[in-house]
């Protein structure tokens, strides 16, 4: 392509869906059963508005800020995700991309290089995730592994069931790229034309890696994808008092991902986590659970305070981060965002896809008049009435939050009584 360059996330997508074999595009589409957590995570966040200023705005804006007590350059965190076999470069190009916009990056146990080559690729700022997986002696290990990594904090994502079924079709994933394997997809590729996705392996001398690395102690055996995801099934689920636990263990900064709830953000807290991150697995979890735009609002005003919140789940722009701040996130995550980049163009795909980010944010800091992030508040959006939804409150129910009340509306509302 003549440009690799793209203008917004969506383009990247289309380049993406364009590159690679179909099976690996719809890989990435993922999501559950109607899809519906999917498109709501996005659609969401299109009902909330800005009413612009227009005189004395300032020029400059700063994006800087801390990430569990990490500087970065941008209230945005790179999203733990597996295996990244949509580029050869895979999670090094992300963490290289990381390290060149001064973002944090969360590297995932089932990701497909190791820990160490990526963390010595984004110094001081890559987190590493887990899953409960193997009771508490396999979970100290792997995380002692990552802290001797040089990760700076640890994420444990908590929300994902076992649960299967996509109304579009899951593709096939095989176990490993051997070349049964491989002859089987060159017809895939032939009739889809997927030729420059076919060369950059080619060029490696080397197939798709598939075993996950990071799932085990240093110099064992890296099991497959699935292999690793059948020893997280079948261990018992954790209790808070298991989370309590590791967090002791660990003694550095703690991310709880995958909460939704009130009482869930109360446990994490109560834990000792430092972090949580209001998160319904990008729509990979139990679908029709509501977007996390929607929940964000009641979990932030229940324990901001004490713990540092995040959120992730749809977040495409740049004005998608303001929105989130605005409700009462410290910074979002992105996952499907970054894979499109890097489908795209690589290492310069992902740094394109933050740089979108940073470019979204600064013009809709300029655009409400703010020049530092801890500016940015509720009042500047135009909310919709009943947007807000709280789950897990204090009798445990599910409800309509109470309104979000934004200056806009109130003004709004002030204007309409004296017609």
Do not use: C
């Amino acid at each position: 392509m003549a440009n690799p360059w793209f203008e917004s996330v969506i383009e990247a997508q289309r380049r993406a869906r364009r590159r690679l074999p179909k099976s690996v595009y719809m890989a990435l589409v993922a999501g559950s059963e109607r899809g519906t957590t999917v498109r709501g995570n996005i659609d969401a966040f299109s009902e909330l508005g800005f009413a612009p200023k227009i005189t004395s705005n300032p020029m400059n804006q700063d994006t800087s800020t801390t990430i569990m007590g990490v500087p970065v350059d941008l209230p945005v965190m790179i999203s733990p995700t597996g295996v990244q076999a949509v580029h050869p470069d895979g999670e090094l190009a992300v963490a290289r991309a990381a390290h060149n916009r001064g973002g944090a990056m969360g590297l995932g146990a089932y990701s497909s290089k190791p820990m160490e080559d990526v963390m010595a690729a984004n110094p001081g700022r890559t987190f590493f995730q887990m899953y409960w997986s193997g009771g508490r002696d396999q979970m100290l290990a792997l995380a002692e592994r990552a802290r001797a990594a040089g990760a700076v904090g640890l994420i444990v994502t908590l929300d994902w069931t076992s649960g299967y079924g996509r109304d579009w079709g899951s593709p096939e994933i095989p176990e490993q790229m051997n070349i049964k394997t491989i002859l089987k997809y060159i017809p895939e590729i032939v009739a889809g034309g997927k030729f420059d996705y076919a060369l950059d392996w080619a060029k490696t001398l080397r197939p798709p890696e598939l075993s996950v690395p990071n799932a085990v102690l240093k110099g064992e055996r890296a099991p497959g994808f699935f292999e690793a995801m059948g020893w997280w099934r079948q261990t018992e689920i954790p209790s808070w008092e298991d989370i309590a636990w590791l967090r002791e263990q660990w003694g550095g900064p703690f991310m709880v991902k995958g909460i939704t709830r009130v009482d869930d953000a109360k446990a994490a807290r109560d834990a000792g986590a430092t972090a949580i991150s209001v998160s319904n697995h990008g729509g990979n979890n139990l679908d029709t659970t509501p977007a996390a735009i929607r929940l964000l609002p009641a979990i932030a005003q229940e324990v901001s305070s004490e713990v540092e919140v995040l959120m992730d789940g749809g977040v495409r722009r740049g004005s998608d981060v303001y929105k989130a701040i605005a409700l009462g996130a410290h910074a979002v995550l992105i996952g499907r965002a970054y894979l499109w980049g890097m489908s795209a163009n690589g290492q310069g795909g992902v740094e394109n896809v933050l740089d979108i980010m940073r470019d979204g944010l600064k013009a809709a800091m300029m655009g409400n008049g703010h020049e530092t992030l801890d500016q940015i508040s509720v009042s500047d959006l135009v909310i919709p009435p009943h947007f807000a939804i709280t789950a897990g409150g204090e009798d445990g129910n599910v409800w309509g939050a109470p309104e979000l009340r934004s200056d806009v509306a109130i003004d709004q509302e002030r204007a309409a009584e004296h017609r």
